[in-house]
């Protein structure tokens, strides 16, 4: 039988781009090589695409993926010359431009079947304030927030914070992951601060109450017939679970299955199967959850393509349920290979 082609797309242009080159390496070592061979191909953070290595066997231990520090401009392609007739494209990109919609619509265009949610899915849960205002519609509960948007009054918004919040509260971009961008603010001059950071990525600022609580993730996948898996919780060596914490140092380790009353469970499964079915989810995603000490649960966020790094939390939470890592990663091309051809069907 010959081999499927699958194609990696990583790096990209937001900040999140070290997670990407992380994600695409586990990624590229997990694949069964006996069933795809492995085309790759670099974004750099300036946005040019460029083609670096194939692979048709597992790559040796020390291999490392181009970065934007090693870069080879003489390798630069046109972005369509990505284009490969019955090729499959996982896009392991993160945060905007990467999970917003963007590299959805653009592979669209090429009419190339790609990992994960679509255009709409993708761009609504990047971004946390809409996800918020749909969820919401959904009857999901969620803690307490107020939107901050470039260009209203400032004094306003904060006197609107204080008002509905209490300190402590996370500021947030809302068209950004991996913790980028996340402060907590105890009092009026860390929030001023922590919106200036925030504004920094991004012209749309959330800005939600904190609350103590496990973090808790539960994992996503199927097309129409989505299933969830068992609950893993974050176990964070840090007060603050921040960008640095989760990549660099990595100060976490995770509890899979968390440790968690039936009920609870049963509850947070539901609640991520019906967000991802009110985003329109396709693939995968991961459903991030509050678990309070009050016994509350709270949908935090949906993440449209988790990180796949070796310790990355929605691979683990495939295999507790039995389903192995290069398995799930032949699950995911079937998903795409499934969800093109139902968008393919559509277009009369």
Known sequence: MAKKSLILLYGGRSAEREVSVLSAESVMRAINYDLFSVKTYFITKEGDFIKTQEFEAKP???????TNATVDMSRKIKPSDIYEDGAVVFPVLHGPMGEDGSIQGFLEVLKMPYVGCNILSSSLAMDKITTKRVLESAGIAQVPYVAVVDGEDLEQKIQEIEEKLSYPVFTKPSNMGS???????DNQEELRASLDLAFKYDSRVLVEQGVTAREIEVGLL??????????GEVVKDVAFYDYQAKYI????????????????????????????????????????????????????ELNTMPGFTQWSMYPLLWENMGLAYPDLIEKLVRLAEEAFAKREAHLL
């Open 179 to 185: 913790s980028v961008g996340i402060s907590k603010s």
């Open 222 to 231: 199927g097309n129409t017939d989505v299933k969830s898996s068992l609950p």
């Open 60 to 66: 040796v231990a020390d291999e490392k993926l181009m």
């Open 249 to 300: 140092d990595n100060k976490i380790t995770m509890a899979i299955p968390a440790q968690l009353p039936e009920g609870v469970v049963n509850t947070m499964r539901q609640n991520a199967e019906t967000a991802f079915r009110a985003i329109g989810g396709l693939g995968l995603s991961r459903c991030d959850f509050f678990y309070t000490e009050d016994g509350q649960v709270f949908l935090n």
